[in-house]
């Protein structure tokens, strides 16, 4: 952290310094940023960039600043019809719509943000160029410039693309999600036949409340909690089953390997929201499961371990939290432990033979060695697979919104808050915004997922690369 608040203070100061040092021309690049180069002989490419400035003032201006000006109020005119005497016909007044404010005012932002940190970067880079000629070093012509970003520099060539990739789905998007979240967007203020407006913490006020009237609280606790212990389960599940798996089936003594191999793989082949899907009809109140319990005694048999009412027709396999809990956990197992199988055979394969050879000659036991050199070395090589599974689980959709689609609740309190016991976040998150058009509340959860997923990622990584752990492991 404190590199990087001095990387930031540098960043400014060098900016800085090219303001109050730099020449006539450097301090002209202020007001048109072409113009530095233009004096220091770079006539194209300060054309090229002074038109580059002029065309993000002309689409801000434009597209942006009407918007962006009616951000704080996010519009006050309504959509209204009115009947026109002359022509019998209804007409539609000039109205504000606060979607498109919201919007086209994120956007705005972007770019005028994008283009201070690129007119800072641009006085720098003048100032170097006054400072080369100075010194009378060579200056690069525009042809040099645009050979060196197939050479040199052309790691930003290759990452140019992608980076405007990151800004217009990724950024952006997390940005117009997040600024939802403070207005009161829902059902009761759609565009563009309603305006909504800002109302500050309202909603996260109301996530966390639990009263007669309000129950997001209620849910969002306990929705959390599944969602967790969800991610960590069904990461560790298809993990540990995933070696197991992979060490049975690559076993010396294991016959037919690439058979059983194959018809593991062909689980994957399978698209997941067919098997899901099937799967959700087999386990249904009345499906072939709970008929074959029912016909083999296993449906007595938990009647009178107590697991089940007397009255109990079937096991609520998908139809009852508890039941629906364990059944999907175990589910997600047969979808998931064949791709972490395929995933520790590659790695299972790669370990140094003479490593395992030595273990023996030394005496270490099966079990010694295995957990001694081998699950080391997986989790030395996997573990930031572990790290995006984790992250993936906790927004994992298919396999809970397939499973659980017929599921009904009969609490009122996650009734109320247009949820279910088996819902994760981003299933819940969905329903508010399908099924109940509450784009406020699913904006506060869907950006408290993101900082969950963000920080669980980030203090994970950093922990992982810091030191040198191929040096540890070895």
Avoid at 383 to 396: D, E, H, K
């Amino acid at each position: 952290m404190k590199s990087f608040l001095e990387k930031v203070k540098k960043y400014f100061t060098d900016f800085g310094t090219a303001v109050v040092k730099g020449n006539i021309w450097t301090k002209l690049s202020l007001i048109i940023i072409g113009m530095g180069y233009i004096g220091n002989g770079q006539i194209v490419k300060g054309i090229l960039f002074s038109l580059a400035q002029l065309g993000v003032f002309a689409f801000v201006g434009k597209f942006c600043a009407p918007y962006m000006a009616k951000l704080s109020t996010l519009g006050t005119v309504q959509r209204k019809e009115v009947f026109d005497p002359l022509t019998f016909s209804k007409t539609v007044n000039k109205y504000d719509n606060s979607l498109l404010i919201l919007l086209y005012g994120v956007v705005g932002i972007v770019i005028i943000f994008a283009f201070i940190l690129f007119y800072i970067h641009n006085m720098k880079a003048v100032y170097k160029i006054q400072l080369a000629r100075k010194n009378r070093e060579h200056i690069n012509t525009f042809a040099e410039d645009v050979k060196s970003l197939f050479n040199n520099k052309f790691y930003i060539t290759l990452l140019a693309l992608p980076s405007l990739g990151v800004v217009l789905f990724c950024i952006i998007p997390i940005i117009f999600m997040a600024a939802i979240a403070f207005t009161n967007y829902d059902k009761g203020h759609m565009p563009p036949d309603k305006l909504f407006t800002w109302v500050g913490f309202k909603n996260f006020v109301d996530l966390f409340t639990t009263s007669s009237t309000i129950t997001f609280g209620y849910a969002f606790v306990r929705i959390l909690a599944w969602t967790i212990i969800w991610a960590v389960l069904a990461t560790i599940t298809t993990f540990i089953g995933g070696v197991l798996l992979a060490m049975f089936i690559n076993h010396h003594d294991t016959r037919c390997k690439k058979l059983w191999r194959s018809l593991f793989v062909i689980t994957i082949a399978i698209p997941q929201f067919v098997t899901l899907l099937l799967v959700s009809k087999m386990f249904a109140d009345n499906g072939i499961m709970n008929t074959f319990c029912k016909n083999v005694g296993i449906l007595s048999l938990f009647k009178n371990m107590g697991l089940l009412s007397s009255s109990a027709k079937f096991i609520p396999f998908l139809s009852k939290p508890g039941w629906a809990h364990v059944s999907i956990i175990l589910i997600n197992i047969w979808v998931g432990v064949p791709y972490l199988m395929l995933t520790a055979t590659g790695i299972l394969l790669n370990i140094p033979s003479d490593q395992l050879e030595s273990a023996k000659i030394d005496g270490a036991s099966n079990f010694q060695i295995f957990w001694k050199i081998t699950m080391p070395y997986i989790l030395f090589v996997m573990g930031p697979s572990l790290v995006t599974s984790v992250i993936a689980n906790i927004n994992n959709f298919n396999v809970i919104y397939l499973l659980t689609n017929t599921y009904k609740t009969t609490n009122m309190s996650f009734a109320n808050s247009n949820a279910k016991e088996v819902d994760l976040l981003i299933t819940w998150l969905f329903s508010l915004t399908n099924d109940y058009n509450n784009y406020k509340m699913a904006a506060v959860i869907g950006f408290i997922t993101f900082i969950i997923s963000a920080t669980l990622t980030l203090l994970t990584y950093s922990r992982m690369i810091k030191g040198d752990k191929e040096e540890v492991f070895q």
